[in-house]
């Protein structure tokens, strides 16, 4: 969420990660993720201006679900450009064989002829993304930003491990 009000802001982003796979609260190749001490989103204020953050929790009245949102406040853009991520996905990666896992603690299943699916698995995708920059409603630049990888997810399948 962060990373797209950076893009909206025309500021430098230094180091972005994508998830390792899709994120449900975000289109493919328009998240960064940020891992404790291992992955960092890094991005410079390059407007040579003073910005204000805020970042704050919505919660909608018609639901449990809270909503992360970020604004950023500083200079407008010189042109009166606009910012924006466009995407497209390039490859579909087939979901794997499933992983069969041995339920010796007869958490799911007991017997050897019984199976329990824990998960379907997912396809991954490579998603090519670029930065469009738009005078009003049309486009006056695309400039390809990255291709990702979000890994294909097999299936993970428990089976028993005692005889009937």
Excluded: W
Aim: charged residues 25%; aromatic residues 10%.
């Amino acid at each position: 969420t962060l990373y797209n009000a950076v893009i909206k802001a025309n500021l430098r982003v230094r180091d972005r990660t994508n998830h390792s796979i899709p994120v449900n609260y975000m289109e493919m190749g328009a998240d960064a993720t940020v891992a404790d001490g291992r992955i960092d989103f890094v991005f410079q204020n390059n407007t040579g201006e003073k910005i204000y953050i805020i970042a704050r929790l919505d919660s909608s009245s018609s639901s449990n679900k809270k909503t992360c949102v970020f604004q950023i406040y500083g200079r407008p853009d010189p042109n009166g450009y606009t910012y924006s991520l466009d995407h497209e996905i390039i490859e579909e990666i087939p979901i794997p064989d499933p992983v069969k896992v041995p339920d010796k603690l007869a958490e799911h299943v007991v017997y050897t002829d019984q199976t329990y699916e824990a998960s379907k698995g997912q396809k991954g995708y490579k998603v090519r993304t670029y930065l469009l920059t738009k005078s009003g409603s049309t486009v006056i630049d695309q400039k390809e930003l990255y291709v990702d990888t979000y890994k294909a997810q097999a299936p993970k399948i428990y089976v028993g491990v005692t005889p009937r």
